[in-house]
């Protein structure tokens, strides 16, 4: 990920090299995912470490400085953007998932109504699925090629 200030300077900021985590994942996304939430699905994206799924993310990429006007007032400056690791501008545009979920959102997030939840098992059980079969067909493939 990086920032761009008014004068197209580029800051990147380059994530730990070490991960904890290296197996499929899912990033659920919607209409509220913004700022903050929106920069991390995006740079996941990018980095083709998760699928992103849900709808259009709201696109807010701005950087902004507060500056305090008097006891009652204050102004927000806006002084960089945020872009994702390919160079994407997420302002105003926000990120498209890999997979768009037509479904409405559940009135309890997480429960067992949950569809957008159960379609991102669904998935990342479908892709485990797919990484044991893979393991198996190898494994098979190296038994017969030893003398």
């Known amino acids: 990920m990086e920032t761009k200030n008014r004068d197209g300077i580029k800051d990147a900021i380059i994530s730990q090299k070490e991960t ?13 995912t913004a700022s903050a939430s929106e920069i991390l699905a995006g740079s996941l994206q990018d980095n083709e470490r998760s699928i992103l ?15 305090s006007l008097g006891e009652d007032s204050g102004i927000a400056i806006t002084v960089a953007s945020y872009l994702t690791p390919k160079g994407n501008n997420i302002q105003g545009q926000g990120m498209t998932p890999n997979k768009l979920l037509d479904l409405p959102d559940a009135s309890e997030y997480g429960s067992a109504e949950d569809k957008w939840v159960r379609n991102a098992e669904l998935f990342l059980e479908s892709l485990l699925e797919k990484e044991k ?4 067909t190898s494994e098979s493939s190296n038994e017969r090629i030893k003398p």
């Open 20 to 32: 904890s985590f290296d197996g499929p994942m899912v990033t659920l996304v919607n209409k509220g």
């Open 133 to 136: 079969l893979s393991f198996q």
């Open 53 to 67: 799924m849900g709808e259009k993310t709201y696109g807010k990429g701005l950087i902004q400085s507060l500056k």
